[in-house]
């Protein structure tokens, strides 16, 4: 398939796909989106379904993420995950976007894959520094509707930074992958009309945890806990948490070089 810019897609052609929920997580200050995605995916079972393209993103490939079993196979930079009991899918993004291909990213391979399987329900996930913000201490979530979006501004949620053209400012990719989204599904102040019929009807949320940077694992829990409510999904006593999570924060032995390699 190509895009009308001549980019090659890989299309999920998964019927069951069709009018669920997508969850979408920004790559974003502590990773705390993809940290909740991690601990939906493992706790409420969802499976691999497809890889999407990941010509704008770093180059990434690891082992599969398990739980207790290890996996044959390659984790790829951005992965589609479905449950088809929960009607629920979501996105797993692994990898930053390139610089300077955050609108060629959502308007190329996110944009198409949504409007291809005409979700009923889009809720995405991003997390900004607590630091930046007066009116909301660290560790809170605010929940924002489609009505919100239409009716505040941009700036006003601190989602609208200010544009640079320079690297350092370029890296801030969180709230600009965010607000070119929410331009694609007609929610922004800058936004065309090119998608106003083709989302007027879908339900749009966006839920934005304000965090520090350090160990995020109890951020990814509080926003994982706050998507199970807003999406009434199946109660969690305790988050199923990966392998991959083991010794992120220096939870995990110095390994011996003789025994286990120098990066063991």
């Not at 969850?23 to 409420?44: M, Y």
């Not at 996110?110 to 329900?121: A, C, G, K, L, Y």
């Not at 801030?172 to 989302?199: A, I, M, P, Q, T």
């Amino acid at each position: 398939m190509k895009s009308s810019s001549g980019t090659s897609l890989r299309k999920v052609f998964n019927p069951d796909l069709k009018h669920s929920t997508l969850i979408i997580p920004s790559v974003s200050i502590g990773n705390v989106p993809q940290l909740a995605i991690d601990l939906l995916i493992h706790t409420h079972n969802l499976e691999k379904v497809d890889s999407l393209d990941d010509l704008y993103l770093y180059p990434f490939a690891s082992p599969v993420d398990y739980v207790t079993e290890p996996k044959k196979g390659i984790s790829h930079a951005a992965e589609v995950f479905h449950n088809k009991d929960l009607n629920l899918t979501l996105i797993q993004q692994r990898s930053p976007i390139l610089p300077y291909n955050t609108k060629l990213y959502v308007t190329n391979i996110i944009i198409p894959f949504i409007t291809s399987h005409e979700f009923d329900r889009i809720l995405i996930l991003d997390s900004l520094d607590a630091g930046l913000v007066e009116h909301i201490s660290s560790g809170g979530i605010e929940l924002y509707t489609k009505e919100d979006l239409l009716s505040e501004s941009l700036e006003s949620m601190k989602l609208n930074k200010e544009e640079s053209t320079t690297a350092a400012h370029e890296d801030n990719r969180n709230s600009k992958y965010v607000k070119c989204l929410l331009e694609n599904f007609n929610l922004s102040n800058d936004s065309n009309e090119s998608h106003s019929n083709e989302f007027k009807d879908v339900v749009i949320d966006l839920l934005v945890s304000y965090v520090y940077e350090g160990d995020n694992f109890y951020d990814g829990e509080n926003l994982a806990n706050k998507v199970n409510s807003v999406l009434l999904l199946p109660a969690v006593q305790k988050w199923v948490r990966p392998v991959s999570w083991a010794g992120v924060y220096g939870d995990k032995p110095v390994p011996n070089a003789m025994e286990q390699g120098l990066y063991g």
